[in-house]
Nanobody, 115 residues
Framework: QVQVVESGGGLVQPGGSLRLSCAAS????????MGWYRQAPGKERDLVAH???????NYADSVKGRFTISRDNAKNTVYLEMNSLKPEDTAVYYC?????????WGQGTQVTVSS
């Protein structure tokens, strides 16, 4: 079994920054892709950013130039650096870890951008 735990959410003013972290632990032989998704109230869960085991990244158009995803393979950890935050970035952010043929999700962390 694989456990995925996010941290780093909170309340921030527009234009501010936050850094999310996600650590995977448990019966992990190899982690493939890691990513961040978000879900706002009444909306579907959408991809925010994704990073492969080789470090290739891709981003949703709405966050390009503002968010940066990175990972530390030795720690089985993925990060999301979020800058120039906007009210429309408010959502629950979920970490996704693909290990073997399975995808594992964290419990989610709330990010609220408001003055």
């Amino acid at each position: 079994q694989v456990q995925v735990v996010e941290s780093g959410g909170g309340l921030v003013q527009p234009g501010g920054s936050l850094r999310l972290s996600c650590a995977a632990s448990g019966s992990i032989f190899s982690i493939n892709d890691m990513g961040w998704y978000r879900q706002a109230p009444g909306k579907e869960r959408d991809l925010v950013a994704h990073i492969t085991s080789g470090g290739t990244t891709n981003y949703a158009d709405s966050v390009k130039g503002r968010f940066t995803i990175s990972r530390d393979n030795a720690k089985n950890t993925v990060y999301l650096e979020m800058n120039s935050l906007k009210p429309e970035d408010t959502a629950v952010y979920y970490c996704s870890v693909v290990a073997g043929y399975s995808r594992y999700w964290g419990q989610g962390t709330q990010v609220t951008v408001s003055s």
